[in-house]
């Protein structure tokens, strides 16, 4: 297990890695940090028995260094991927490599890298956990936009596999996609979860844990918030992004490897009553609902926006349901992986108050 290091203000960080031209960020104190290798990762699969990466208090903030599964994911060593979209041996991430050929990924898992499980030592089941997300950090200029045959929302595209790799301009925060074609680059993690009820045999469908939820919204400044099921909430994340539009309609955003810098709060007996995560950022309050129909998975989001108002505005259900319709805006978050999301995002604006999206039971 990792033990926690000397705190390290956010401007020493960030200079360690001018090269990758970071936003400039609120100020922060990191405790920890977790490098990737093949004892801080699990890979494609969440099993009950993995010894924690590292044990902190609510309120420290960590490091995560994460490893796309793009590049290791793909039957060949990492080296060769890359170069065929002209990336150079050099800069290739060395845990790549090590992942590739040391780590454990059973047969039938998903493809998914996840670093962790990080133990918070005042997380108990019923509890609720509040995943700060302070920074964002990229670990490499460039990432892979791959869908292949039978995958997406139209899988009849492809007849094979087709692995698009982009280079970023980090200094512009752009992705170059194309010839006259830019992306502003939004990094988040498309995957941040806790220890499900159960063991999870494959990474890929997302659920009350969180998980693979590819939810663009948990960005720089978000918070996401889980329900505890295990005790120390043993929390993973990885799947990292560099950008990706709702829905992610082929399968995959740009998947690129990040060190997201997260805080961890525990908010005692708040997460007993939660049917499925919910989240906030400086706009606006977000509500999932989730399912293998995503008419089922809109009609979740709906009622969760319902018990909401109900409870954090004192509104009926009759006018929770009128102020839904008219100022909470649904969106599909992906409509990919196997169990589907939705989000509603209610404004801030709309209320002459804001109070914490978490009230206690």
Not at 131 to 151: A, C, H, I
Not at 207 to 228: A, E, H, W
Not at 306 to 321: C, H, M, N, T, V
Request: glycine share 10%.
């Amino acid at each position: 297990m990792i033990s926690l290091r000397i705190s390290v203000a956010a401007g020493a960080l960030s200079a360690a890695l001018a090269g990758c031209g970071q936003m400039p960020v609120v100020p922060y104190t990191v405790d920890a940090h977790v490098p990737v290798t093949p004892q801080t990762v699990a890979w494609g699969h969440l099993s009950s028995g993995k010894q924690p990466v590292l044990r902190v208090r609510s309120g420290q903030t960590v490091s995560m260094d994460t490893l796309s599964h793009q590049g290791v994911n793909n039957g060949m060593d990492p080296r060769e991927f890359f170069a065929a979209g002209g990336i150079a041996a050099s800069e290739v991430l060395p845990d790549a490599l090590e992942i590739y050929n040391k780590a454990e990924h059973p047969k039938n898992s998903g493809a998914h890298v996840l670093t962790g499980p990080i133990y918070v030592e005042e997380a108990q089941p019923g509890d609720m956990l509040e995943v700060r997300v302070r920074d964002l950090k990229f670990r490499v200029p460039y990432g892979v936009n791959n869908s292949g045959k039978g995958t997406g929302v139209l899988p009849e595209i492809h007849s094979k596999a087709y692995p698009k790799i982009i280079r970023f301009d980090l200094q512009r925060r752009v992705a170059l996609f194309a010839p006259g074609i830019e992306i502003p680059l939004v990094p988040f993690m498309g995957i941040m979860t806790v220890m499900p009820p159960q063991p999870l045999a494959n990474t890929r469908p997302p659920g009350i844990y969180g998980g693979n939820m590819d939810f663009n919204r948990l960005t720089t400044g978000s918070s996401l918030y889980l329900p505890v099921h295990q005790a120390g909430a043993l929390f993973y994340t990885g799947d990292s992004h560099a950008v990706q539009g709702d829905g992610e309609i082929n399968g995959t955003a740009i998947e690129a490897s990040l060190t997201p810098v997260l805080q961890f709060i525990v908010h005692k007996n708040a997460g007993s009553a939660m049917k499925w995560p919910r989240a906030e950022d400086a706009d606006n309050y977000y509500v999932m609902g989730m399912d293998r129909d995503l008419d089922v998975a809109l009609k979740e989001a709906a009622q969760e926006t319902i018990k909401f108002l109900q409870k954090e505005r004192g509104l009926s259900p009759e006018d929770a349901y009128s102020l839904a319709s008219i100022g909470v805006n649904y969106v599909i978050a992906e409509a990919v992986d196997d169990v589907l999301v939705v989000y509603g995002a209610i404004p801030k604006q709309i209320f002459s108050t804001n109070r914490a999206f978490w009230s206690k039971p």
